[in-house]
T-cell receptor
Framework: AQKITQTQPGMFVQEKEAVTLDCTYDTSDQSYGLFWYKQPSSGEMIFLIY??????QNATEGRYSLNFQKARKSANLVISASQLGDSAMYFC?????????????FGPGTRLSVLP | DTEVTQTPKHLVMGMTNKKSLKCEQHMGHRAMYWYKQKAKKPPELMFV???????INESVPSRFSPECPNSSLLNLHLHALQPEDSALYLCASSQEGLYEQYFGPGTRLTVT
């Protein structure tokens, strides 16, 4: 069963506008971490933001914020004031606690295109 | 410093060749990972090393052989690969627990 769902294969946003990228997840663990990564065409995976399952406040990092709704198992990424350099693939990911704490799963990704 | 380095950036190899991919981090992380990523797909976990011991091997064919010589270095030895093994190979490292992984720039591998 897919643990991470990203329902938007592609998104367009006008430069300087805000955009929300959707992510829902499935876990029975109480303790887990949620992450967003950006992958430009160059291929490098860039860590953007982290939300722990016990964090009561939504995470923010500069123009990135994570809208965490635990009961709905959603962790949407909000990018404010989009820039042309934000055009990339965006992956939502989850890390669960197992014997090694190493289970790290990616969603299928959303391709964001920022229009001038 | 959150840098993970990978060499080479690009690699073209024949099906009978033996080659190695290298990864290095100096963040003091004790977990290191190899991922394979095909075009337009998310990364797929191949191997996890925790404290220099192989802890996860996601049913990867034996033509891929990982090695962790020390806590900063991770190698992936390649032998008798198939054209379908052509992909971007990403290395990552992290602290133990529910922490983010930091990725290297990847090696684009082409098997001819």
């Amino acid at each position: 069963a897919q643990k991470i769902t990203q329902t938007q294969p592609g998104m367009f946003v006008q430069e300087k506008e805000a955009v929300t990228l959707d992510c829902t997840y499935d876990t029975s663990d109480q303790s887990y971490g949620l992450f967003w990564y950006k992958q430009p065409s160059s291929g490098e995976m860039i860590f953007l933001i982290y939300q722990g399952s016990y964090d009561e406040q939504n995470a923010t990092e500069g123009r990135y914020s994570l809208n965490f709704q635990k009961a709905r198992k959603s962790a949407n990424l909000v990018i404010s004031a989009s820039q042309l350099g934000d055009s990339a693939m965006y992956f939502c990911a989850m890390r669960e606690v197992d014997n090694y704490g190493q289970n790290f799963v990616f969603g299928p990704g959303t391709r964001l295109s920022v229009l001038p | 410093d959150t840098e993970v380095t990978q060499t080479p950036k690009h690699l073209v190899m024949g099906m009978t060749n033996k080659k190695s991919l290298k990864c290095e981090q100096h963040m003091g992380h004790r977990a290191m990972y190899w991922y394979k990523q095909k075009a337009k797909k998310p990364p797929e976990l191949m191997f996890v090393y925790s404290y220099e011991k192989l802890s996860i091997n996601e049913s990867v064919p034996s033509r891929f052989s990982p090695e962790c010589p020390n806590s900063s270095l991770l190698n992936l030895h390649l032998h008798a690969l198939q054209p379908e093994d052509s992909a971007l190979y990403l290395c990552a490292s992290s602290q133990e627990g529910l922490y983010e992984q930091y990725f290297g720039p990847g090696t684009r591998l082409t098997v001819t």
